[in-house]
T-cell receptor, first 110, second 111 residues
Framework: DGGITQSPKYLFRKEGQNVTLSCEQN?????MYWYRQDPGQGLRLIYY???????QKGDIAEGYSVSREKKESFPLTVTSAQKNPTAFYLC?????????FGPGTRLTVL | KQEVTQIPAALSVPEGENLVLNCSFT??????LQWFRQDPGKGLTSLLL?????REQTSGRLNASLDKSSGRSTLYIAASQPGDSATYLC??????????FGSGTKLNVKP
């Protein structure tokens, strides 16, 4: 089955730690995205990548980093510089004009 | 910057009712408008995609319309069912493959 997988489903982080969220797609899509969703709010764009080895900052990139070494993979690192990282993180991909989403990772800071 | 607004934020209706969800956007220069459904704690599921050259799209009991000139899209749900209870989000696509999301309408269909 083609789709987008995200792992882990739940992630707990201690203050001061960096954590990495995984996103993999087998849809052969060129573009990939990371969004953050807070309760009762819409999605805010963190980073996006239109091709391998290239990515751009979104609206809330501070405290986050990404890499795009393979077409299928777009991991997101939440660094200790992100002061309020507790949120639901969604990865998406698109080819052309339709977006498809993974199941999400819920990150909680302890 | 594109701003997308969804009204109402929440809606509760009895089963069987027809309903309309609204989505408005400030910049009419969009490539398409996509409607999604999100269940609690889950990712987004694509419902309908309307290209900028189209006026509407239909899938089963769902019908979405697009009026670029007025910056509006509506999602019509016919004969609502309890299983339709979820949050519905709209998103517009702009330049550089960027998508802009509304904050969603939380729908509760009561049996």
């Amino acid at each position: 089955d083609g789709g987008i997988t995200q792992s882990p489903k739940y992630l707990f982080r201690k203050e001061g730690q960096n954590v990495t969220l995984s996103c993999e797609q087998n849809l052969n899509h060129d573009a990939m995205y990371w969004y953050r969703q807070d309760p009762g709010q819409g999605l805010r764009l963190i980073y996006y990548s239109q091709i391998v080895n290239d990515f751009q900052k979104g609206d809330i990139a501070e405290g986050y980093s990404v890499s795009r070494e393979k077409k299928e993979s777009f991991p997101l690192t939440v660094t200790s510089a992100q002061k309020n990282p507790t949120a639901f993180y969604l990865c998406a991909s698109s080819k052309g004009n339709e977006q498809f989403f993974g199941p999400g990772t819920r990150l909680t800071v302890l | 910057k594109q701003e997308v607004t969804q009204i109402p934020a929440a809606l509760s209706v009895p089963e069987g009712e027809n309903l309309v969800l609204n989505c408005s956007f400030t910049d009419s220069a969009i490539y398409n408008l996509q409607w999604f459904r999100q269940d609690p704690g889950k990712g987004l599921t694509s419902l309908l995609l309307i290209q900028s050259s189209q006026r509407e799209q239909t899938s089963g009991r769902l019908n979405a319309s697009l009026d670029k000139s007025s910056g509006r899209s509506t999602l019509y749900i016919a004969a609502s069912q309890p299983g339709d209870s979820a949050t519905y989000l709209c998103a517009s696509q702009g330049d550089f493959n960027k998508f802009y999301f509304g904050s969603g309408t939380k729908l509760n269909v009561k049996p």
